[in-house]
């Protein structure tokens, strides 16, 4: 087991097009996107406009639509795409043997 | 072969001026010059006056530009952005620029425009102290209101005005400091500031008039403003907004003659003959120009000059609008009144209206429209025709369809067919009557086409109606009356009608496969298409549909409405706005089990529990349903609730069992999607306690039986519905009602509510489908029953039984040093 990476579960917990939450004691909430063709990715789980949770939002290509006032997202940059200006912090994330594994260390980042 | 040598043109300013200026130029002989343009802003040419539409949220700065890169590109143009122009030398006719180029010129137009007045008080210099100019501004205002806190805008003109409407809107506190008594004196007499000062109160600014100020307070940021009489307003950001001064500078420095601006002829030349120019900086017979309006004709003047031959500028009477949604506002010309002045004044105090027109000698020489400006062009084109008007003058007060003898329901068209030929249409782009017509008669018989070709209404839209009204006077038969329907997203090029008849003929039963035949361009649609794809395919096939979360906004997925924290609210069902103490006790008890924030009685007769988290929310339906009650789907594009009142059981003025009825209603067409949110009422008698005439179906019970009504609406449009028939039995009532729910649920577009839907295809079809056609309604409503065998299952409780139960849980949850993860 590598200690850079944590392990938190099956992808197949993780639906196509769909997110899901990971809290993190006393850090930020963590979003986990899949894409629909299986690649996962991870962002801090507030839009960077108004902190709007963007694991409500739709997922459609590399993008998610925050569900409070449809700012998109990049889930590959974390950056607002389109007229809107902002960014949420992005967390390295892999797929191994069916499961999914977060840096330890950016996941943890700010956690006290 | 040797190119021929052409005059270069350089201008300076690629503003709204410069560039109209060349496009006029282009427009009569693209050959002529070599054009450079100069210009200060990093960006190509946008459309200044829709800043405000931008700040308040309204528009894009896509959506403002006038001119791309391509347009500049297209037309052999060369854009120096960026880089402004600091020295002309008249002697050599060559100009020199910030970044050391120079350039040479046979004819120089100079359009800088204006800046913005800035006052000397103390503070004026302090970070947090905006203008209100250009983009960039508008960007540091932005930046403020994301931040949120206080914003002081200081000057109550129109910039001042929808400064602070657009920062309002972005969630500011906003305080308008003006110096005067009335808000926008130069543009509204008293009365109609005060209504204009009234509304803005009612809307939560607060306005301060008389308010001079003293100081800006702070010590590396704006903290507060001072006012001589004392008073200090606490301001995170101020907005600067009394007022613009024509920037002269260059033309000071290269010695042309400077008034209050660049002192022009009717040919918008200077004093030197190769040197012109227009816009703002610009003093022409003594006036300096402040709107868009004049800019326009300068331009055209300009370029006659520059190309086919002088016609000359006469100077402009100029009329304004305030660009704040939801307050009409009409000015043009003189109303300081006068010895020699009438005045015609109409007041409706219950609407908000006020208008007033003043004249003299027998001509409108000024008019100020306040809540109905419907007419305003109309006076402004009487006014600078200079028209005796003195046979109209009883009746002129109420508008152009009365004062032309048709009364009310003169034909609108009418309107526009009586104005003259170089009346102004669209304000924001200052095309006139006369170009849209000649644009049609060229071959442009769509409102797109007209748009493409001439910007009408391409901008605020608001005389999109006047535009849709000359291609119906140019055209008459030929106009197909419908303006080309949009696609349904950028996702692809067919529209909802062509989508949904699509997926019925090619039998498409899911998402991907609508994307696959329909040729999609993106890979998986988009925030917008996806649930509209999934509502028509749910509609399509009610038996085999398979319901997709992913394609779900958030509420219909979590059955819950989100609440900007994040949190839940949740609202039970209480058929026809009914409840009993075990349903109170039960909610009682949630609010308090789980911490809920707040409970509030809703506009629909329902009780709203906030503050519920996702993961809590499979527990409190449990509660819930457990005292019988299922979901309200207060969270849908679904019905909604059926507001009732108590009818003849308990009313003394009770016609028909309104209560009963509504249960029935609401038991028969809960649980069902649509297009959108669907509200029903019915009320016991033509008093209308449940207020069922702006309910999308409303019943309302008479002596005879039931009037049925449809079509109404409570939200930013106020409408009222539209008496569908009389039937005279319950029965009827609730055949009726399914039939009409059902065809709005075949025809209308998604996220169309039934109002907007009923003005599109019409009262009369509605109810040639429901009221004329017996077979026809009755196929309706056997289609939507049927529907609703498939959809009256309670989400709640599938919930409860574990049905999703991903949507509610965490994946895994980190510990610092340690990870907890799912199974």
Redesign the interface.
Known sequence: MDANW?????VD??????A????????QE?A?FRT??GKVFALHNKCP?????LS??????TTV?C??H?W?ISLLTGEAQ??DKGCVPTIPVKVDGGR?F?ARAE??AG?? | MVKEQKEKLVVIGNGMAGCRAVEEILARDPERYDIVIFGAEPRVNYNRIMLSPVLAGDK???EIVINDEAWYADNGIELVSGDSVIAIDREGKELRSRSGRTESYDRLLIATGSDPFIIPVPGHDLPGVITFRDLDDVEKMLAAA?RGGEAVVIGGGLLGLEAAHGLFLRGMEVTVLHLMPTLMERQLDEAAGFLLKTELENRGQTILTGADTAEIVGESHVEAVKLKDGTEIPADIVVMAVGIRPNVRLALEAGLEVGRGIVVDDDMRTRDPSIFAVGECVEHRGLVYGLVAPLWEMCKALADGCTTGATGYRGSVTSTKLKVSGIDLFSAGDFSGGEDCEDVVMRDAARGIYKRVVLKQDRIVGAVLYGDTADGNWYFDLMRQEEDVSDIREAIIFGQAFASGGGALADPNAAVAALSDDAEICGCNGVSKGSIVSAILDGSGTLDAVRGCTKASASCGSCTNLVEGLLTITLGEDYSGEREVKPMCGCTSFTHEDARRLILEKELKEIPAVMQELHWT??????SC??ALNYYLLCAWPDEHKED???R??NE??HAN?Q?D?SYSVVPRMWGGITNPRELRAIADVVEKYDAGMVKVTGGQRLDIFGIQ?EDLPAVWADLNAAGMVSGHAYGKALRTVKTCVGSDWCRFGTQDSTGLGIKMERMSWGSWMPHKFKIAVSGCPRNCAEATIKDFGIVCVDSGYELMVGGNGGIHLRGTDLLCKVETEGEALEFCAAFIQLYREEARYLDRTAPWIERVGLDYVKQRIVEDAEGRSALRDRFLHAQTFLQKDPWAERVAGAEA?LH????????FA?V???
């Open positions: 944590l392990d938190i579960g099956p917990q993780l639906p196509a097009l769909g899901r939450t990971l809290p993190v004691q006393g850090g963590i986990l629909a063709n406009h108004k902190q709007g949770p409500q939002g739709i997922v459609h290509d639509t569900p409070l449809n998109r389109g007229e999914i977060i996941a943890l956690a006290r | 894009t700065f896509d994301e993106t890979p998986d649609g988009c925030s996806r649930p979360p992913q394609s906004f958030v997925r979590l989100i900007k994040g996702k991903h849980q965490h994946l895994a949850e980190i510990r610092p990870a993860g799912a199974e």
